[in-house]
């Protein structure tokens, strides 16, 4: 019998897609990072002095983050207050099919790189932004970062516990929610593009991307309740229970009950049969009800058990729950590396380095290879001899007219 040969894997399904990136911090060069990983060109834009989290204290451990986030991108320095450096910016743009920044609002124009200006170099231009509060509207200017829009989103009213002052959420949840609306827009963009001809302006504000988010807690305060909607480890919307963290005789496990099966199923998992007739616990309203008892008395029993031992007691009956862990744990965790998710990389100006993949696989596509963040205007010469055709003395004539910087 004549084996069935495996199709060749198909290029990376960005391939061929040229990003003008102009990002900063987080926000943009994670939509970007998606992007390379997805087989975009992704040439990295940076002013002479690098972007700010290029210049974190390598020695502190917080210069990492530009590691992983520029990986898969090549790196161009241009002056961009330069007559020389915007003409070089303007004859890029000529050839890509998408430049993205997460600047300020008015930065660009500011530049003299507006929206009309880019258009007019190329019409088939995408142009793509991110910014906290949106270009438009009274919050328009306010500075932004991630801890100021969790502020300003609700995110820390609904973050800690009800004796407890607001909470920033641990992540920079509103970086990311952003930077993956951003990259879900450009994607959008250049489908409608290649679908229709029109080519779009997108942009994403933080506070507009992470709202959603707040869905749960936004549910009690629509039926009324319009104090503190911090929950601790409870759910959001107070509308479950069991549903919070419970010591164990080593640490912490997340345990939730969604359906009236998955509570049965815990009680019988843990021997306590007799909770099932108990009045207080018969239903899911009256487990929500009583829901001071119910996490103390599924608590008195969870410690008497280690994490490891309930999470594989439980996960084996199909009940939700996860143990608490730290991030030692986590980054060492095999399914992530098995997956591909993480991996061990020697990265030439940081050493061993945790390296992330991308949360989006394509299976019948190819994934391409991992390539280390580069240093500071790496690929100037070759960026500009691969897409404007420049030579040796025609580079030099730009860098002495200061387009890369003095």
């Not at 069935?4 to 943009?28: C, F, H, K, M, R």
């Not at 990986?71 to 330069?82: F, G, M, S």
């Not at 009213?157 to 920033?168: E, L, M, N, Y």
């Not at 929610?177 to 679908?195: D, K, N, P, S, V």
Request: with cysteine; glycine share 8%; hydrophobic share 40%.
């Amino acid at each position: 019998m004549k084996k069935e040969s495996t199709p060749p894997l198909a290029p990376p399904p960005l391939s061929g897609v040229t990003i003008l990136d102009l990002t900063q911090i987080y926000n943009g060069p994670y939509a970007t990072f998606l992007l390379a990983q997805a087989g975009a060109d992704v040439i990295k834009v940076e002013s002479p002095s690098g972007e700010h989290l290029r210049k974190r204290d390598r020695a502190a451990g917080v210069a990492q983050p530009f590691g992983v986030l520029n990986a898969n991108k090549r790196n161009l320095t241009l002056d961009l207050h330069t007559e020389a450096g915007r003409g070089v910016l303007l004859a890029l743009a000529r050839t890509a099919d998408v430049i993205v920044n997460n600047y300020a609002p008015g930065v660009m124009e500011r530049l003299g790189l507006g929206d009309e200006t880019l258009r007019q170099a190329n019409p088939r231009l995408i142009i793509a932004s991110s910014t906290g509060y949106g270009s438009a509207g009274p919050y328009r200017d306010y500075p932004a970062m991630d801890l100021t829009v969790q502020a300003m989103s609700g995110i820390m009213s609904i973050t800690g516990s009800p004796d407890t002052p607001p909470f920033k959420a641990g992540p920079a949840l509103c970086d990311f929610f952003a930077g993956i609306h951003l990259y879900g827009a450009i994607t959008t963009a250049l489908y409608e593009r290649a679908a229709t001809g029109r080519t779009s302006s997108v942009e994403v504000s933080m506070l507009s991307a992470v709202f959603p988010s707040l869905l749960s807690s936004l549910g009690l305060h629509q039926r009324g309740d319009k104090g503190c909607k911090r929950t601790g480890n409870r759910h959001g919307g107070l509308t479950m229970s069991p549903y919070n963290v419970y010591e164990t005789a080593d640490g912490a496990i997340a345990i939730l009950a969604v359906s009236d099966a998955h509570w049965v199923s815990l009680a019988r998992a843990l021997g306590r049969e007799a909770w099932l007739s108990d009045p207080r616990f018969l239903t899911r309203t009256d487990r929500v009800a009583h829901m001071d008892a119910m996490d103390a008395a599924l608590n008195e029993v969870t410690a008497t058990w280690t994490k490891a031992a309930l999470f594989d007691h439980l996960v084996a009956l199909r009940i939700p729950c996860a143990p608490v862990r730290e991030l030692d744990e986590v980054v060492h965790d095999p399914h992530l590396h098995q997956t591909g998710m993480l991996r061990w990389v020697e990265h030439p100006s940081y050493g061993e380095m945790l390296a992330h993949g991308s949360p989006l696989l394509f299976t019948e596509h190819e994934t391409p290879p991992y390539e280390p963040s580069g240093e500071l205007g790496a690929d100037n010469a070759q960026v500009l001899q691969q897409y404007l055709s420049l030579g040796p003395e025609e580079f030099q004539a730009l860098s002495s007219r200061g387009a890369f910087g003095t």
